[in-house]
């Protein structure tokens, strides 16, 4: 029983942050992480000078521990400062924004993906502003992939406008936190039915397309480009 004991101590402590993998959804492919519930989820934009980091490789030379997966996690004007809601260490950076807008981002309803110490959750920006959590790193960007387990009523299933994409999705009791990047040029329908259908997830939100990057070594992937805005990471400790 001891030896049992520990063997599960164990595995339990080899646990990675993050697991991730490249799935098939309607023909296409992606590369999906998913965090382990009890992961360290951070929010990064600038280092302590107030320069935005701009890169996976500042922001793994900024943190305590060992980056296991990054993202570029939400949109940004050409100077890099977040378009809408940002919140890293408990501190407001830019304000939420909830009004209809030009672009992806101002396509409603957007969202919200709202980190706290014991759960994540995507959240559509009008409700998030009509009762605010305490989050502790909070992206706000657009427009969500899935609300309440329905695609956004924009998306055609018909549409012909591919792109790299990628997001984040989490489960209803917020202990479930997928991300995902397209490997192949996707509209956001068949990008929406990803987080829906295949990874079972009722609520999504999109990050960006075209600069959208992922870094995960587990599966050798450091992707390069230009400098980015909001970067989240799962670090192991």
């Known amino acids: 029983m001891i030896l049992r004991a520990a063997i599960a101590l164990l595995c339990l402590l080899a646990a990675p942050a993050v697991a991730c993998e490249q799935i098939t959804h309607r023909d296409a492919r992606f590369t999906v992480c998913e965090v382990a519930p009890d992961a360290r989820v951070e929010l990064f934009l600038r280092d302590e000078a107030g320069d935005i980091l701009g890169a996976f490789s500042s922001v793994k030379s900024r943190v305590d521990g060992t980056v296991v997966m990054a993202m570029n ?33 101002g396509l409603l309803p957007n969202g919200v993906f709202c980190l706290r110490a014991d759960r994540s959750d995507v959240i559509e920006s009008r409700a998030f502003a009509a009762n605010p959590p305490a989050c502790t790193d909070a992206t706000q960007s657009g427009p969500m992939l899935v609300i309440n387990g329905a695609l956004h009523p924009r998306f055609l299933p018909n549409s012909t406008s591919r792109n790299i994409r990628n997001g984040v999705g989490t489960s209803a009791d917020g202990q479930r936190v997928v991300f995902a990047i397209s490997d192949d040029a996707v509209t956001f329908h068949e990008f929406g039915t990803l987080f829906r259908d295949t990874l079972d997830l009722p609520n999504a939100l999109y990050f960006d397309g075209r600069i959208s990057r992922l870094y995960a070594p587990a599966v050798g992937r450091n992707d390069f480009g230009l400098p980015l805005g909001p970067i989240v990471a799962v670090i192991a400790d």
């Open 73 to 105: 996690a939400g949109m940004y004007h050409d100077d890099r400062r977040p378009v809408g809601l940002y919140i890293e260490d408990g501190i407001q950076q830019a304000p939420i924004v909830t009004r209809a807008g030009p672009g992806n981002f």
